[in-house]
């Protein structure tokens, strides 16, 4: 509208007041006249342009200047808000490949035009660089070349040069459509007389006729004979004529192989096919990318979710000139460790290929984006993450496991299915392969093929039993019934002297409780410690006891039960089928605590380990009935099986760091015996330590350890090859690798003889400084510690350096630790006891809990210059330590930390602390400070020197002030007295601090910076 009533010369009556008028002039009457009539014309103009709703409200405004402020003042946005808007399009804009750069480019040009109307000035060179930078992925070649051009461009050669380079682009595609079929060379093995031909996507007919050309230098000789071309012609459609031949107008061809083509396949019905494939060393387990590949190519035909044969004898050509017969092709489908599956199509069934090897040419044919970067392959599309792989043995492997839709029990062995039924069956404690079969079909297990012929020689030494009695269906809820028995096994005492375990089985959900006995006597108790726990997990009673007529049943528990209002069922004298789930689960714990121990070769007296190792996975394993694990309906979530390891194996567990040694090595030879209780951890018997501090045949928890699955060490002594298959769970993976063999150590015969540490040892004994909370305030300097940790917090509360909240769901808050130190002076008394509250800032994760941690300090160079200045001049030199200094800095990330120990909010102890400005043991703390103090320094009119960035001066007319920062101390040197007062309190205001009173123009001896720092009036200063 500003601009159509700035054409017709109206625009300036939207801002003018009317001329005045003078008495007695006409002139003036008259151009009042006329610009009336004007202003008229642009109130109506404007009314005219607006719509029928906003016309009748603002109809009643007389003059055009008064219209054009109300619309101005609705309507108009906000200055900021809009330059915002538009910066925010031009950050956000980005080309990409599926539209021209021509285009695109335009658009970016007018996101810049209203950048420029908004008042913002862009230089023209800006402008170059952010179309360069704005280029789409595949430009990157081009983009470098334009970045590297030295002669200053603008934005009229840049546009030229781009449609220069898309037209190229254009015409170099056009091309390579049109030859691109021919590239595939195909050898027909029905040829009588051997000839060899290209071929455009079609079927050859007849036996040996077509035309032969030949490729070789015409130099002379015999002209082979050239047959008349009978194929079908891709362009027009008729035969006679080839399509590069054909006189009719070229058709889109990208258009036609888009159509025609399958997702990847460039041709779908040659019988004959020869890819250039890198032939690599035989890895049948995983799948690898091949940029140098055509087609996706497979060797293992249980892979495949579609299949069909190829019919004639079809080739694949590799690098080195070897050939493989093609006997099909199908589709196959890739599961990402990530959780994302890719479905590769048209994928060549070779068995000869020694890889299954997937073309990295198809993936960016299909808009897949391929980025290849140390020793990582990362794998997305249209900017979503698809997967990832890392480079082994001269390729790329990805991580992925291929997933069959279609696979039977009578399947063979899958490449990518890494662990075989009889691991499996080994880390589930020899369970049935019924209840194998059924964690296979819930996907709680990888898949693989369980042989039904098959038996195992362990289950069947150990489970040998007569037949089964016909069970009874009840419908139950959790806690309705509870079927318990003891069993008796005291004929072989356990290490820890039990002879007896009791279970306790829930009938609806078969979630069992195993408790091991002394003796009988026990049973009671174990009854009450189980009544306990499960009713307070589940909220609700247990209604029914179910039991034998066994003596630990009798009285007095019967009197618990009637107390609690527990009924108690006793099966009939000499019946004990009638509390059959009792006893089929004593068994059934038997028959699996005697596989695992003889399959381990473990001793008998471990078998307590092994009962309660099976009582764990028989929980996690879905009983016959449901197709749904006790697990999961007692805790309501699916269990894991992720860290399921095989009973009694091989295990090199971690020492504990306080036990490490600094020479032999960092493991200890265990025997995996189960799972820690109500933990994360595994249990293990010491089989062999080279560690005095760990013995052997003690038991121990950890859960960093490295398992052979395939070794028993008390089965019979062997040592893990390569081949046998070794699974991590240390959290180092740069982990040594194991020695093949043990060697014995060379005992020296010399006489060991005590060694004497002599008066320093108790000395440091003596000095020692309280290591947590609970030493310093509990030792005999309880009351100097119990002062400084208040100090400590006070300077914390004083600096407002956290705030109490709850804790952020997903959040986890970080520990925390006291640190005390003894300040002592420089003839070696105790000057103060100082208490540091330090966070533990080692478990903060780069990029997401801070990013820059460096912090300058000033150089000792710059401390001797300053000082060899005051000695000179005869100036004053003070010194300043600042009091927490590292409390001062503002924290930009969000960070929680636990509420220290002795000092939560009353009625917030379930809190945590939300940390506002920084702590000691951030990875941030000292660069916060240094940015902290720079700028109250520079504010306060001290410049920061370009040398030493941690040296500030200020020069006025009075005179000038020098400041050196080294960390928290500061020397200051100066000219005037008044102005080092003014410095040193704008510091006090600012900072808590403390004045060490340094006065260097008097005799004196003091330490700054492990300097001894001596002057006089006769012999000035020394260092």
């Not at 990518?416 to 080994?426: A, D, M, P, Q």
């Not at 567990?653 to 960092?666: D, F, I, R, W």
């Amino acid at each position: 509208m500003l601009f159509y009533l700035t054409t017709l010369n109206l625009a300036r009556f939207l801002t003018e007041s009317p001329p005045a008028i003078t008495d007695g002039d006409v002139q003036s009457v008259t151009a009042l006249e006329a610009w009336k009539h004007s202003e008229y014309l642009c109130r109506n103009y404007v009314l005219n342009g607006l719509v029928d709703a906003l016309y009748n409200v603002h109809c009643k405004i007389t003059t055009a200047k008064d219209l054009w402020e109300s619309l101005d003042k609705k309507y108009r946005t906000e200055d900021a808000g809009t330059k915002k808007f538009v910066v925010a399009r031009f950050l956000d804009y980005k080309m990409v490949d599926t539209k021209t750069v021509l285009n695109q480019v335009q658009e970016l040009q007018i996101i810049l035009s209203d950048i420029h109307s908004e008042g913002m000035t862009l230089s023209e060179t800006f402008q170059v660089a952010a179309m360069i930078e704005k280029l789409p992925p595949s430009w990157v070649d081009f983009k470098n070349y334009l970045k590297h051009k030295r002669k200053e461009m603008t934005v009229e050669d840049l546009v030229v040069r781009l449609r220069i380079e898309e037209d190229n682009r254009l015409a170099l595609k056009i091309t390579q459509q049109q030859f691109a079929p021919k590239a595939n060379m195909v050898e027909h093995g029905q040829s009588s007389r051997g000839y060899k031909k290209k071929i455009d996507n079609y079927k050859g007919k007849g036996k040996g006729k077509g035309k032969v050309v030949d490729l070789g230098p015409k130099k002379g000789g015999v002209k082979k004979q050239v047959f008349p071309f009978k194929g079908k012609c891709y362009n027009c459609g008729e035969h006679g004529h080839r399509a590069d031949k054909c006189k009719a107008p070229k058709q889109d061809r990208a258009h036609m192989m888009e159509d025609d083509m399958p997702l990847v396949a460039m041709v779908s019905d040659i019988t004959t096919m020869m890819e250039e494939i890198n032939l690599v060393s035989n890895d049948p387990k995983g799948w690898w990318v091949d940029t140098g590949a055509t087609r996706h190519v497979c060797p293992d035909r249980a892979l495949f979710n579609t299949f069909k044969e190829v019919v004639g004898d079809s080739k694949l050509y590799m690098g080195n000139a070897a050939t493989a017969d093609v006997k099909g092709e199908g589709s196959v489908i890739l599961k990402w460790t990530s959780g994302k599956e890719l479905t590769l199509s048209n994928v060549l069934y070779v068995p000869d290929i020694r890889k299954s090897l997937v073309s990295g040419w198809l993936l960016n044919k299909h808009g897949f984006r391929l980025v290849f970067e140390s020793d990582k392959f990362v794998l997305t599309k249209r900017g979503m993450f698809v997967g990832k792989g890392y480079a082994q043995n001269g390729m790329f492997k990805l991580n992925v496991i291929a997933k069959v839709e279609n696979m039977n029990e009578n399947a063979s062995t899958s490449a990518y299915l890494i662990e075989s039924s009889n691991v499996w069956h080994g880390r589930l404690s020899h369970v049935n392969f019924n209840s194998m079969r059924r964690l296979i079909k819930l996907d709680c297990i990888p898949k693989f093929a369980i042989d039904s012929k098959y038996k195992c020689t362990t289950c069947v030494e150990a489970k040998q039993t007569r037949s089964s009695f016909k069970s009874v269906e009840r419908i139950t809820e959790p806690l309705d019934i509870i079927h318990t028995d003891v069993c008796d096994l005291k004929s072989i005492p356990t290490r820890g002297g039990n002879k007896y375990f009791i279970t306790f089985i829930d009938d609806s959900t078969r979630y069992c409780y195993v408790y091991l006995l002394k003796s009988k006597d026990e049973a009671i108790d174990k009854f009450v410690l189980y009544k306990t726990e499960v009713e307070n997990q589940l909220n609700k009673k247990i209604k029914v006891l179910r039991s034998d007529r066994g003596g630990e049943y009798v009285s007095p528990f019967a009197d618990i039960c009637a107390q609690n209002g527990i009924i108690h069922e006793c099966t009939a004298p000499y019946s004990p089928q009638q509390n059959g789930i009792a006893e089929r689960k004593n068994r059934t714990l038997k028959e699996m605590m005697n596989a695992m121990l003889i399959s381990s070769g473990m001793s008998q007296d471990m078998w307590g380990e092994a009962i309660l190792s099976a009582t764990y996975l028989l929980n996690k394993i879905p009983f016959k009935k449901k197709d749904v694990t006790p697990y999961e309906l007692w805790m309501g979530r699916k269990p894991s099986y992720k860290y399921l390891k095989v009973w009694g194996c091989l295990a090199k567990v971690v020492v504990p760091p306080p036990k490490v040694q600094k020479l032999g090595p960092k493991t200890v030879d265990c025997v995996f015996i189960g799972y820690a209780h109500h933990s994360s951890a595994y249990r293990f018997l010491v089989y062999d330590s080279k560690n005095p501090e760990i013995h052997k045949n003690t038991i121990m928890e950890s859960r960093n350890a490295s398992f052979f699955e395939e070794v028993f060490p008390c089965l019979k002594k062997e040592l893990p090859s390569s081949s046998t298959q070794v699974d991590e769970i240390v959290h180092d993976e740069n982990q040594e690798q194991l020695e093949a063999e043990d060697v014995e150590p060379r005992r020296s015969k010399r006489q060991m003889i005590e060694k004497s540490f002599g008066p320093d040892f108790l000395t440091y004994m003596v000095e020692g400084e309280p290591q947590t909370y609970r030493d310093a305030v509990t030792s005999s300097e309880g009351p100097q510690w119990k002062e400084a940790i208040k100090n400590e917090i006070d300077s914390i509360l004083q600096n407002h350096t956290w705030e109490i909240v709850d804790l952020p769901p997903g959040c986890k808050p970080l520990g925390y630790r006291w640190i005390f130190k003894r300040k002592m002076k420089a003839d070696g008394s105790i000057d103060k006891y100082k208490a540091r509250l330090v966070i533990k800032g080692f478990r903060q994760k780069e990029g997401v809990d801070y990013f820059d941690t460096y912090s300058p300090v000033t150089r000792i160079t710059s401390i001797r210059l300053v000082l060899a200045i005051a000695a000179l001049r005869n100036l004053e030199v003070h010194q300043m330590d600042v009091k927490t200094a590292f409390l001062n800095g503002d924290l930009e990330e969000e960070i929680y930390m636990e509420q220290p120990e002795g000092f939560s909010a009353p009625g917030q102890e379930g809190k945590v602390c939300k940390l506002v400005k920084s702590l000691y043991g951030l990875k941030q703390a000292p660069k916060q400070w240094h940015q902290k103090f720079d700028q109250v320094m520079l504010n306060n009119g001290f410049k920061i020197n370009e040398c030493d960035k941690c040296v500030y001066v200020k020069n006025t007319t009075r005179g000038y002030v020098i400041l050196c920062l080294y960390v928290d101390d500061m020397l200051i040197v100066g000219s005037d007295d008044k102005m080092i007062k003014s410095t040193k309190d704008m510091l006090k205001a600012r900072f808590d601090m403390k004045d060490m009173a340094l006065d260097l123009c008097f005799d004196s001896l003091s330490f700054w910076m492990l300097l001894a720092v001596e002057t006089s009036k006769r012999r000035g200063l020394e260092l």
